[in-house]
């Protein structure tokens, strides 16, 4: 692992990647490459410079020069010389354009140096940082990109840091984080991840073309519309094959992944927080850090790319306290009873789900304050007198007793307007300065750019975590942010377009704050679902609330487009009830499970109205998952097959494969695939499939084996695998 500088390269390199960047003629930097390591002779550096053509942007950085931005990979984009795209970075001063001209100074590699607030890539003994200062003279005002790698992993963290060493106050209009090149852009397409709520993370498909494209959030979340993942791959890429591309931003609030792909069939991908809602002011000697984005790569297709993504964010994002640890199955009261119980329901249905092996009971929304049903209360966290006449602490104290860990539902950034904290803060919220203001499911957003709202959440909080001596915290945010503006930032002298960053660092504040206080409470991210699921919130949660629908066929496609960019080990799935409250589809229990396996397994159904057959199912199900769970925990995910009737996925740990078949609707002409290649598995190695039945590695990485189960309703065996939303579990031990 190294980094070295050869005349006017810079080579970032470790085992499995390469980065260079050039300082070019005018002082900019330009992107040369990033992708599988580049061993570099001192004669190869010549041939990294591209020659400048007569093609090139017609006009010149300087009289009788040649040289012009129009088609160099800049590093910091900037706009305003010879570009013509958007900047990646943009300042006005006294509202005035400035055109930065942003020159290399000088370089740095040392780790100490670097601060961070809020959610970031976490450093350990094996990384290596490079910090490259820019400066536009002009201004005095300074820019260092930085960048951190470690000795190992297809994966490059980028952020950059404006300090304004100047006399005047300049506004930062556009903050991007990270620019990334690529060339022959038509034989790409771009992958992102659009969608709703109860259908979070579709995968669409976008050819490269000349024009721009983008995916963007402006809700204030990272949101149940786009997420901040986006793949380029290459047009024949498979599942285990060809060369992609990814990046994701460690952030949670509005942001923006463009690619512009210009004349020259280059494409440029640029991430950051969104510029529409973004303008942070720089007065002389301030400075701003924008998030971090995180750069990825994969020669071995889509499934090597959600390794390196997977390994990536378990080692650097996630609590290293979380990260591998096996988490609680929980049982969730949500579907069950939504605002409907008291003490003695919670209390029975506890008992029920120590019985079949549960581990944690967790109390969703409605235990507090007069919560019967969405339109009051948040803001007001203590117990509801009626449901819980003896006290939370005494209910906490009877959970504990069973055996069980305790969880509790809070929706920390909201309020309600018939409450005594919106009685007496009635400032607290976020409203516009002209009155009139939108609802979302009844509620309003508190103001978090106010350190002092925060405080007051958090001493909340803090007294019902201690009172209960609670093991989990749900953290759930259900609507999107509208006509912002904050009291608090206008008394503050503080510019209104800085509301939505501030909000999200409020946001990571008040994670601090209980995480500082309590650091093994397990707090599970949600945004009415998978509104919020990003690497910001991942960087406290270790897990997230994958979707509000837990209708198993529709979780096929949210899981394994999820799984592209996170790890499985962070993706909550519940078990629920049938028909599907969200859908309404009736599915059998074992599909459920077959799909929430892959995964954190928790259950969200009324154990109590199950007979003794289910009962006894779920039992084993619980079971299995403890048996495999260090398994899940440290395994890798594998999309193996996927045809619109049929999935196939494998989770592959030193001592296991599991294999996860599932078909969607039975099909008479079995158009689906009858066997399935594990293209991943050792040929060598030999599997029990069963006690007395073994496969060879080779027979399932080359031939294939038969899918597990029949489709088509004729085969009188597996009478019970037959008809719609079938699936099967198979387990493969290593010899
Ligand atoms: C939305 C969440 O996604 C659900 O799981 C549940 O917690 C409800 N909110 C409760 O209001």
């Not at 709520?197 to 979070?200: D, F, G, Q, R, T």
């Not at 402006?218 to 949101?223: A, D, E, H």
């Not at 594990?678 to 060598?684: E, R």
């Given at each position: 692992m190294s980094i070295t500088k050869i005349n006017n390269i810079f080579h970032l390199s470790n085992t499995d990647m390469s980065y260079l960047i050039k300082i070019m003629p005018n002082g900019q930097l330009e992107q040369l490459y990033f992708g599988p390591t580049l061993v570099l002779k001192e004669d190869d550096f010549s041939l990294l410079e591209h020659s400048e053509g007569?093609?090139?942007?017609?006009?010149?950085?300087?009289?009788?020069?040649?040289?012009?931005?129009?088609d160099k990979h800049q590093e910091c984009a900037l706009y305003g010389t010879t570009a013509f795209q958007e900047a990646s970075l943009e300042v006005t001063v006294h509202d005035t354009p400035h055109y930065l001209e942003l020159k290399y100074l000088d370089y740095d590699t040392q780790k100490e140096k670097l601060s961070y607030s809020g959610p970031h890539v976490r450093l350990n003994d094996d990384a290596e940082i490079l910090s490259l200062r820019l400066e536009d003279a002009g201004l005095q005002l300074q820019v260092t990109l930085e960048y951190v790698f470690f000795k190992k992993g297809k994966n490059i963290s980028k952020r950059v840091l404006i300090n304004n060493n100047g006399q005047h106050d300049i506004v930062l209009t556009r903050a991007l984080s990270s620019t990334f090149w690529l060339e022959d852009a038509n034989n790409y397409q771009a992958y992102h991840f659009s969608g709703a709520?109860?259908?979070?993370r579709q995968l669409k498909k976008y050819p490269l073309q000349q024009g721009s494209f983008k995916v963007e959030s402006?809700?204030?979340?990272?949101?149940h519309q786009h997420n901040p993942f986006v793949a380029i791959a290459k047009k024949e890429t498979t599942f285990d094959t060809g060369m992609c591309y990814g990046a994701n931003l460690v952030y949670s609030g509005n942001f923006i992944q463009q690619i512009d792909v210009n004349e020259w069939n280059q494409a440029r991908l640029m991430s950051g927080i969104s510029p529409y809602t973004f303008s942070w002011q720089l007065k002389p000697n301030e400075n701003f850090a924008t998030p971090q984005t995180v750069l990825s790569f994969s020669q071995d297709g889509l499934n090597g790319l959600a390794q390196e993504n997977a390994d990536f964010i378990s080692e650097h994002i996630i609590s290293p306290f979380w990260a591998k640890r096996e988490r609680p199955i929980v049982l969730n009261s949500w579907e069950t009873y939504v605002f409907d119980f008291d003490e003695n329901k919670l209390l029975t249905l506890a008992k029920e789900a120590a019985a079949l092996g549960i581990e944690c009971f967790v109390v969703d929304d409605g235990w507090f304050a007069k919560r019967n049903n969405d339109r009051s209360s948040l803001g007001d966290w203590y117990p509801n007198p009626e449901k819980f006449p003896n006290g939370l602490q005494v209910f906490a104290q009877k959970i504990h007793q069973m055996g069980l860990q305790f969880g509790l539902w809070f929706e920390p950034e909201m309020v309600n307007e018939d409450t005594e904290l919106y009685r007496k803060h009635p400032d607290w919220i976020v409203e516009p300065p002209q009155g009139r203001y939108s609802y979302g499911r009844g509620q309003l957003v508190l103001d978090f750019t106010n350190p002092a709202v925060v405080e007051n959440i958090f001493e909340q909080i803090s007294r019902i975590i201690d009172e209960t001596q609670l093991d989990y915290l749900k953290w759930d945010m259900n609507r999107n942010l509208t006509e912002v503006y904050s009291n608090y930032l206008a008394k503050s002298g503080i510019?209104?377009?800085e509301f939505f960053h501030r909000y999200v660092q409020g946001v990571y504040q008040l994670y601090e704050k209980l995480l500082e206080r309590y650091p093994n409470l397990l707090i599970e991210g949600c945004a009415s679902g998978g509104g919020r699921f990003d690497l910001g919130i991942l960087y406290y949660s270790p897990q997230i609330w994958v979707s509000d629908n837990t209708d198993a066929i529709a979780r096929l496609d949210i899981q394994e487009n999820t799984a592209l960019a996170y790890p499985i080990t962070c993706l909550s799935n519940h078990v629920s009830q049938v028909?599907?409250?969200?859908?309404?589809r009736i599915t059998p229990l074992e599909t459920r499970f077959n799909v929430a396996i892959f995964g954190i397994l928790g259950y969200e159904l009324d154990l109590l109205s199950l007979d003794e057959h289910s009962k006894n199912i779920i039992k084993q199900q619980i079971t299995l998952y403890k048996n495999l769970r260090h398994d899940i925990m440290t395994g890798r995910f594998y999309q193996v097959l996927k045809r619109p009737n049929q999935h196939i996925w494998a989770l592959q740990s030193p001592q296991i494969i599991l294999v996860g078949y599932f078909s969607i609707l039975a099909d008479i002409n079995q158009s689906t695939s009858k066997t399935f290649t594990?293209?991943?598995?050792?040929?060598?190695t030999t599997y029990d499939i069963v006690d007395n039945q073994t496969v060879s590695g080779s027979l399932l990485k080359y031939r294939g084996m038969p899918v597990p189960i029949a489709l088509n309703g004729t085969n009188q065996e597996t009478a019970a695998l037959v008809g719609d939303f079938q699936s099967k579990l198979l387990l493969l031990r290593k010899h």
């Open positions: 007569k093609a090139a942007g017609t006009v010149k950085y300087a009289k009788n020069s040649s040289f012009t931005l129009a709520w109860i259908s979070e402006l809700t204030g979340t990272s949101s510019r209104q377009g028909p599907n409250g969200q859908i309404q594990l293209p991943f598995v050792d040929s060598q």
